[in-house]
């Protein structure tokens, strides 16, 4: 993902460091990935058991966060608020329809998307929720849907928050700069950028960032070393693991070294139409039929049990399915939400507050939907028809060599695997782009309109953002690492929602 298409020319180099923010967010990186090196063993279990701990007795929290928000937003959009304009009454949007959503998209999505499309049902169809029976009809139905769920109208209302709550006071009131604080305009009008609050704001917008991405890439690299081990022939490794992290940094680091800015932007829009290429390819080469129909299925399933999964909390049993799945999709959202928002406010000048909910749930959900159809109904296909046993590779090895497998059973899965692994790399990169684009930004005291932080601070965050990926690949469990990490960062900003949404009904009413 990037958000490159908005950020200015990168001769402008402008402002100051702000030593104390960012001596804040770099202190605490290097406090929690310390003592992950130094005791891998214990810092596993100790993450592994806090993670349990926080996602029971916390989860319920996102799980009202989520609900209260497609409620509050639907409401907006109903209500005479929707037709709010950003910017001028009289102004029509900066961008078309069709680039603003191809942006949006490239903005709030990553290689993350790419693992769990393909692999997602294969979690949930031997353990699958509500107590169907493991691998029925029911559960496959269940399994093949639960991710169109997560990746969909609900989760990119949590997106939408952030968005109009920047945006509306941004445009309206013709604010000066773009920073997370703007979200609070309606509460405090008289809080500068330079004021405490917003700083803190700013930090913690830092934290969940780097958060968010840690998850990103902690599933990535892995992914994208199984893909590249296979192809040339050598087993994955620590060592490979690292040198595909330190790959990608060097793809995006260079770019930014060479002021290639606009490059890793194009680079962005070839990797959607590379997306969208082998989704073609693997629709055609593979059971056509099948997709369609699952595919057809599966909306229609996730459509009529949405409020079922929405309110689902999985009282009796508790099987952790809630825990383990939902509640980490919904703080991985929230980690990600400010960051996309600002970028989305930055775009959206001309719309309404009406179009930017209606607009971003549709074309948000149905793009997310599409990789999970296609690449996801692929590999069940495989495990329904025998043809590979998906599950059982995920049992024996990881969920990556199954991605892997998945890909070569294809015509041609040499070249399809591939491309599977370039696009990767690419959403892999661009998100270090992006993400270290932001933090360096938030970290500067006062930048002008035009003007870019210091490139060296850019790719001093890229370096700061391979931490967390590390730390996953070194521990045992690493997964949960990265999910830890982005259920505690996502906790102040699901409070600062609260406060968000309060500022944006002021905002609204000042209108
Ligand atoms: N979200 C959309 O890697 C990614 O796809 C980044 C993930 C927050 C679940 C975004």
Not at 9 to 24: A, C, N, Q
Request: some cysteine; charged content about 15%; proline content about 5%.
């Amino acid at each position: 993902m990037t958000v490159e298409s908005s950020s200015p020319s990168p001769e402008k180099i402008g402002g100051k460091v702000d030593r104390v923010l960012f001596g804040f967010a770099v202190g605490l990186i290097i406090s929690a990935t310390i003592p992950i090196a130094l005791f891998p063993e214990q810092s596993s279990r100790i993450i592994q058991d806090s993670y349990t701990l926080l996602a029971d007795k916390l989860g319920i929290f996102y799980q009202w966060a989520t609900i209260a928000v497609v409620i509050f937003l639907i409401w907006i959009a109903a209500s005479r608020y929707g037709n709010v304009r950003l910017g001028r009454d009289d102004e029509s949007p900066e961008f078309s329809l069709f680039s603003w959503g191809a942006m949006l998209f490239c903005a709030g999505i990553g290689a993350g998307l790419m693992y769990w499309a393909t692999i997602e049902w294969a979690m949930y169809i031997e353990s699958p929720p509500y107590g169907a029976e493991p691998r029925s009809v029911e559960a496959i139905e269940w399994a093949a849907s639960y991710g169109l769920f997560h990746w969909g109208f609900a989760a990119w209302c949590l997106y939408c928050l952030p968005t109009l709550a920047i945006a509306v006071p941004f445009y309206r009131n013709n604010l000066p700069t773009l920073r997370l604080s703007v979200s609070l305009h309606g509460l405090f009008p008289r809080h500068d950028e330079h004021h405490w609050l917003s700083r803190s704001v700013d930090f913690l917008f830092m934290i969940a960032l780097v958060g968010g991405t840690g998850t990103s890439l902690g599933l990535a690299t892995p992914m994208i070393s199984a893909a590249m081990g296979r192809l040339i022939g050598v087993e994955q490794s620590f060592g490979l693991d690292v040198a595909v992290l330190f790959l990608c940094v060097a793809v995006f680091g260079t770019s930014v070294y060479m002021g290639l800015d606009r490059g890793i932007r194009r680079l962005s829009d070839i990797n959607v139409i590379c997306v969208l290429l082998l989704a073609t390819y693997v629709l055609v080469a593979g059971p056509t039929l099948f997709i369609l129909r699952m595919g057809t299925d599966s909306i229609g399933f996730s459509i009529q049990n949405m409020v079922r999964m929405i309110t689902w909390t999985d009282p009796v049993t508790r099987s952790g399915f809630i825990e383990g799945y939902t509640v980490f999709y919904w703080a991985w959202w929230v980690a990600y939400a400010p960051f996309f928002g600002l970028f989305v406010a930055r775009i959206s000048r001309g719309r309404t507050v009406r179009g930017v909910i209606v607009n971003m749930m549709l074309l948000g959900s149905l793009g997310c939907a599409l990789p999970y159809i296609v690449f996801g109904n692929y590999g069940l296909n495989l495990e329904l028809t025998e043809q590979l046993s998906v599950t059982q590779i995920i049992k024996d090895q990881n969920p990556q060599a199954a991605i892997t497998e998945i890909f070569l059973t294809l015509p041609l899965g040499m070249l399809a695997l591939a491309a599977f692994m370039v696009i990767s790399i690419i959403f892999a990169a661009t998100t270090y782009d992006s993400a270290s684009y932001a933090l360096a930004a938030a970290a500067t005291r006062h930048l002008e309109p035009g003007q870019n932080p210091a490139r060296w601070h850019r790719v001093f965050w890229a370096f700061g953002l391979v931490a967390l990926p590390i730390a996953l690949m070194f521990i045992e469990g690493g997964l949960k690492v990265v999910q830890s990490a982005t259920l505690v960062v996502s906790l102040p900003i699901l409070v600062l929602g609260v406060f968000m949404s309060w500022s944006l009904v002021k905002s609204l009413r000042d209108q």
